[in-house]
């Protein structure tokens, strides 16, 4: 239980869990001698005459006055452990109605006593930070006696000197309001309604505080799925790690842990952590119980109900692909056996990224995307090395590539097709005719729905293809075709995925040659058969 109330303390297990973290800062300007530390109890008092000094024994607890004294608890669950969460950057989302604004509101309250807190809440537009405004009106006095909202300048003021300013940023530019500033705690309510991630990683060159004044640095968000930010939120917090497992921040481009910088004492060392809290509508019984609003959001269309109910991150708006399902189509790994076909697919990139996709084909003729390759700035020949080095032991009976890379640059010399084929590295060109990008599409939508025999799905991906897994669901349809998908989208492994299921793939015996390629000699330089 995480509460703000007037003289209660705790239960011990919740204060345990709490107590390093989401207590009420200590005011440094007066401290009470012998006081019981504000770290073992995280109540915020409502008046000041209830502030005796800890000598005094406390009398036994009135349950029922103390239960009719209490301002905030937050539900079981999510919502506690969000309070609760100590990593630097902790995103709380997922389907609406779990209480993840009021949290949000909640969240500052614990540093308030504190003289040196500096805190901001931003919303994306004024409009939508009225609503935060009214919510913190309801909180605030209550929780903290004497505190005062300055309506001009969006700020509440604490009697300690703590202040939390609330305030939006519509624009990239708009963060240069804060230039210069310092926050120890900066919250961003519904995240995904901001575009771009400038903001909140211009905001992270705001975080800092002095050490003596013992706070923690804490960057806050929440939001549902959905909204022109969910790529960029989606990468960020909700594809690097299982939800509700603390993880060492990666850059959202290249994967990589955040580092200390050179120089710096702690050079090579990861930076911060980051943390995704799941919530769904079922987490908060004041709105759960009565099952009205949970009607409201079953009468949504697919999308949106996926996204607000079920708290789907793999399902956006527009996107090509929305019967993709994770718990569906994404299976644990294991042992594939040898007398399955397997082939590989390619769609080749230098200055942007070549995806690289291996499938298996299973007896009853489901495809297994077995494992992915992802890299950047790989010439052909480098590429054709790392194929054949994780390929090593395995028969692959065929690969499929880009037909555009038999085209040859200039009057002489092999075509990259040829230098990979070169290395023995076999392809074979996929089809790029016209009409193959949407008959590729199509094949791939009845690859994804599940068979009335089997009752699996067509197609199925090992967990450890998370580039595809990512990517799949986020690539949105073309708006001025929407037969086919948007190709300024990130579209690599699906390129190479369509390439792969659009070879006919089969399981038959009769039709599979179990045989090794290692002592393989092309007979055809061009094709590599």
């Known amino acids: 239980m995480w509460v703000l109330c007037r003289g209660l303390n705790l239960n011990k297990n919740v204060r345990k869990k709490l107590q390093s973290n989401a207590s009420m800062q200590k005011s440094t300007k007066k401290p009470l001698k012998k006081r019981k530390s504000s770290k073992d109890n995280v109540s915020v008092q409502e008046s000041q005459k209830e502030l005796a ?13 103390a239960t009719r004294n209490i301002i905030f608890e937050p539900n079981e669950g999510p919502q506690t452990d969000f309070l609760a969460s100590t990593e630097q ?69 604490a009697p300690s000197g703590a202040t939390l300013w609330m305030s939006y940023l519509d624009r990239d530019d708009d963060v240069m309001r804060y230039q210069g500033q310092a926050f120890n705690w900066i919250g961003f309510d519904e995240m995904t309604q901001w575009p771009t991630p400038y903001p909140w990683n211009y905001m992270r060159s705001r975080l800092r505080t002095t050490k003596q004044s013992g706070l923690p640095l804490h960057m806050r968000a929440t939001s549902n799925p959905g909204g022109p930010g969910h790529q960029w939120v989606k990468k960020t917090f909700i594809d690097p790690e299982v939800p509700n497992k603390a993880f060492w921040a990666t850059d959202p481009e290249t994967g990589d842990v955040i580092e200390w910088p050179k120089g710096h004492s702690k050079e090579g060392e990861p930076l911060f952590k980051r943390r995704f809290i799941p919530a769904t509508l079922f987490d908060n019984p004041y709105l759960a119980d009565d099952g009205m609003y949970e009607a409201n959001l079953l009468s949504l269309p697919e999308h949106q109900r996926r996204q607000l109910l079920e708290g789907d991150w793999d399902i ?10 994770r718990h569906i189509h994404v299976i644990e790994p294991f042992d594939i056996p040898d007398n399955w076909p397997k082939f590989r697919a390619c769609d080749y990139g230098y200055g942007s990224y070549t995806g690289v ?34 390929e090593q032991f395995e028969k692959i009976r065929y690969g499929v590539l880009d037909s555009s890379l038999w085209h040859k640059r200039g009057d002489t010399g092999p075509s990259l097709a040829e230098q990979m084929i070169m290395r023995g590295c076999r392809w074979r060109p996929a089809d790029r005719s016209r009409g193959s990008r949407v008959a590729g599409k199509n094949e791939l939508h009845r690859r994804l729905q599940v068979d009335e025999f089997t009752e699996e799905p067509r197609l199925v991906f090992f967990n450890t293809c998370s580039h595809t897994i990512s990517q799949l669901p986020a690539i949105p349809l073309d708006k001025k075709n929407p037969e086919d998908v948007d190709t300024h989208a990130e579209d690599h492994l699906y390129d190479a995925l369509r390439y792969g299921i659009m070879t006919r793939p089969r399981s038959s015996l009769f039709d599979y040659d179990p045989t090794s390629n290692s002592g393989f000699q092309a007979s055809d330089p061009t094709f590599g058969y």
């Open 53 to 65: 000094p800890a000598q005094v024994k406390s009398p036994p607890i009135d349950v029922e006055k």
């Open 89 to 157: 950057e902790v995103l709380y989302g997922g389907s609406a109605g779990g209480g993840k604004s009021y949290a949000m509101i909640a969240d500052p309250v614990r540093f308030l006593n504190n003289p040196h807190a500096t805190m901001l809440l931003v919303r994306r537009s004024t409009e939508e930070l009225r609503e935060l405004i009214s919510v913190s009106k309801q909180l605030y006095p209550k929780a903290i006696p004497g505190i005062k909202f300055m309506e001009r300048d969006k700020t509440w003021i």
């Open 316 to 325: 956006n708006e527009g996107a090509a692909f929305p019967e993709f399902n």
């Open 357 to 390: 996709v291996w499938i298996a084909v299973a007896p009853d003729e489901q495809l297994i995307v077995y494992r992915e390759m992802y890299v950047s700035k790989v010439i052909a020949t480098d590429l054709a090395d790392m194929i054949l080095d994780v």
